[in-house]
């Protein structure tokens, strides 16, 4: 459930230094010195608790806040004004490419690591028996690159937001514990508000760990931390005959997995850089993305990507670089370098086997006949052709697949105004297709295409309104999205606008990097 907040009170000056009931342990530090600097965070001045995931909370059997001292509690403790666990937060270091270009060492310039604490189910962490919890936005560290290691209001609101969203939708990603604000002044492109998020993940290692410490020559560390990958990540790798190469299969079949969670559902990430790349194939980093709304195979949100390296239709080709930039980052620990480069190759068809499997689920197939490739792609071409809302048009081809005797609802025959015989034909069609299935087996598809596809997803419209608010000291817009998308494929009486795509005079879904 979410937890409506009210504004706190300002936080008390003679708070202790540490919030001894946020029990966590750092385990990453038994790597060794060159993997980590230790580094308290700077906190906020006067932070206050915006917004919190009780969801999350859940995660690590946190009672979320019920009164103001307990708000004050977490606004000083996620804000970073508080030590967690044994105080020891550190910032890790790690290297990457950026838009296809090697840029060196990096590492967490706005990332604070405070330590992990025990799953209470590991279910939930999708079999991780921990959660590790990061602050983003607490200030400068060493490998802040000359920055101010701060994020600012809008981009926390968009990374809280999208972030529980997407675990809802299906898709593997970091969870957001809680948003913390304050009057503290960051410049961006003008002058903005500082905010800090907590965030979990079972791991926030990156291919550009792995990248870092290969590049740089240090291959007992990089041999050092793929057997601590392996131990707390990927266990059953260990028995292999080469366990470094039996981790690159593992992340290969993982990210195939993610990057048809993002197509199937319109998901642009907009900076797949390999340091914005999980080592577990989930999603992380929330900076310039966005879903698509008029279909568009090029679409990317972000104005840096004047190349459109990132768009949508290229996802799937980026997730394929960037782990041959993870292979030849393991090669010293490999010596069957065609093995490192056969393991990569088989992304293409495990991707394409989860993409086929997610659209069969969107447009009702079921089990694949011959043909159905040819369908999909027409398909696919006919939403570009006529600009249709990925989400709205997806959603609503459930009603009509349930009501082949009526005319499709005005909603879905408005998105195909431009080629309206062409979408007759093709609906004729999918009715041939499904044309043999038993009354049990129809509605089994529609329950297919209706857990395909959401009613609801983090749209830029949507979010922008929240974070304009939001500035003006309102979050009940923020509280109201992350309360409807907890349950994006349910219809919700009190929620129709949320599904509506954007409305004409929308501004563009365009974002730079500091978004």
């Known amino acids: 459930m979410l937890v409506e907040l009210p504004t706190p009170p300002a936080a008390r000056a003679d708070l202790e230094g540490h919030a001894p ?45 019920a009164d103001d001292a307990a708000r004050g509690r977490w606004a000083q403790a996620f804000s970073g004004n508080l030590a967690a666990g044994d105080g020891s937060a550190i910032c890790t270091v790690y290297a990457g490419h950026q838009f296809g270009n090697w840029a060196g060492q990096l590492g967490d310039g706005r990332a604070h690591l405070l330590g992990e604490a025990a799953a209470r189910d590991p279910r939930q962490a999708l079999g991780h028996g921990w959660w590790e919890v990061q602050l983003k936005g607490a200030g400068a560290t060493p490998y802040s690159r000359h920055a101010d290691g701060r994020a600012v209001l809008r981009s926390s609101i968009r990374e809280f937001l999208a972030s529980e969203a997407m675990w809802h939708l299906g898709v593997p990603t970091t969870r957001a514990l809680c948003l913390v604000d304050s009057d503290l002044a960051v410049r961006r492109e003008r002058l903005e508000t500082a905010a800090v998020v907590a965030r979990l993940s079972p791991s926030f290692l990156r291919f550009g760990h792995f990248e870092h410490f290969s590049h740089s020559g240090r291959h007992d560390a990089l041999r050092r931390l793929v057997d601590y990958t392996i131990e707390r990540l990927y266990p059953a790798c260990a028995d292999a005959a080469n366990p470094a190469l039996a981790l690159l299969r593992e992340v290969v079949a993982t990210t195939a997995a993610l990057i048809a969670g993002w197509q199937a559902l319109g998901f642009v990430h907009g900076v797949m850089n390999t340091d ?15 879903f698509v709304d008029a279909f568009d195979p090029a679409y990317t949100p972000n104005t840096s990507d004047t190349w459109q390296r990132y768009a949508w239709a290229r996802q799937p080709a980026v997730a394929r670089w960037n782990l041959l930039a993870l292979a030849s980052a393991l090669v010293p620990l490999v010596d069957d370098r065609q093995a490192l480069a056969d393991s990569v190759e088989d992304f293409g068809e495990a991707f394409a086997a989860r993409m086929r499997r997610r659209m ?85 598809r529609l329950r297919d295409m209706l857990h395909g596809n959401p009613c609801y997803v983090p749209r830029h419209h949507l979010l922008q309104h929240a ?49």
Request: charged share 20%; with cysteine.
């Open 21 to 65: 009931w946020l029990a966590l342990r750092q385990d990453f530090v038994r790597l060794g010195p060159e993997f980590h600097s230790a580094t308290p965070p700077e906190g906020l001045p006067r932070p206050r608790l915006r917004l919190v995931s009780a969801d999350a909370a859940q995660l690590l059997g946190l009672e979320p806040p």
């Open 276 to 290: 914005n790349m999980s080592i577990l194939g989930w999603t992380v980093d929330y900076g310039p993305f966005g």
């Open 360 to 444: 069969h689920d969107k447009l009702g197939l079921g089990p694949e006949q011959p043909g159905d490739g040819e369908l999909v792609q027409d398909w696919l071409d006919l939403l570009r052709a006529c600009g249709a809302d990925w989400t709205l048009a997806h959603r609503l081809l459930a009603q009509v697949v349930a009501n082949p005797e009526i005319p499709p609802p005005d909603a879905f025959a408005g998105q195909f105004r431009r080629w309206p015989q062409r979408l007759a034909d093709w609906l004729a069609r999918l009715r041939q297709r499904l044309q043999p299935l038993s009354a049990p087996q129809r509605e089994q």
């Open 467 to 515: 974070i304009e608010q939001a500035q003006q000291g309102d979050f009940a817009a923020a509280q109201r999205l992350h309360r409807v998308w907890r349950r994006p494929y349910d219809e919700q009486a009190d929620a129709a606008d949320l599904a509506a795509p954007p409305p004409p005079d929308a501004a563009a879904a365009v974002l730079s990097c500091s978004s």
